[in-house]
Structure formats: C-alpha cells, structure tokens
C-alpha cells in the first residue's frame, strides 16, 4: 500500500508524507526535495495530531488478545494473586468458594469466567516452589 498525506501548514516545511505499508503497519517518510526521503520530525506529528490528521493506534496482532496463551497466562496469575492476597488456602473448596463470591463485575468483564480451581490449585503450588539455595 502507497499513500500521500500533505504535512501540515508551515512556510519550508510543508512536504508531502509518503505512507509505505507492506506488513499492516505503514511506515511514514517525508518526501524531502528531488529524491530525497526522512522520517518526519515529532513536531510534524504533533501539527498532525492537533489537526486531528494522525492518531495514535496499536499496531494489529500486538495487543492480549494476539497470543491467547499469555493472556491466559496472565488471567491465572491475577486469580493467583487475588488467592494470595485474600489468604484463602490452596484447597479445592476454599478456592471454589472464593471465586464463586469474589469473581465478579469488572474481572468477569475483563477476564471471562475464572480458570477451574484445580489449576488454580497447582499454579499456586507451583509458584510457592523455590530453587534450591546454591550457596548450602
């Protein structure tokens, strides 16, 4: 994909924005005389951004939700967190039983529905588990 976009207003700095995209994500350069190209300098982008031109976006496939392993990854390790903080016991039940009362509104919406207690249960073992001390 090719595309222009003029810079904005400025007496010699107003030059024409090439947009390069090959990947999703375009590149700008500034088309700077005969030939010649650059990146645009930030106050270019401020002027963009102020005349509502350039915003701000996430690059595609770079949020939680393009590797679905680290956002489940991440989900336990709040649960884990949320366990350990409220100091209930690593048992089936007490876990079950929390979550149940606790697992609610906003972690609901932005979690989903909480991870089965029993894995849970293991994380939360695993995490407690040190490496052996080298030094004894």
Known sequence: MLGFLDTPEGGPERRRMLLISTTGCPVPLLLAGPGGVGLPTVTVWIELAREGRAAVIDAPGTG???????AEAAKIGVQ????????????????SIWLHRNWRGALVERWGEHSNPHVLRRWRTVRRRRPNDASG
């Open 64 to 70: 939680p939700e393009a590797d679905p392993v680290a």
């Open 80 to 95: 884990c967190d949320l366990l350990d903080g409220a100091a209930v016991g690593n048992g089936y039940k007490a876990i």
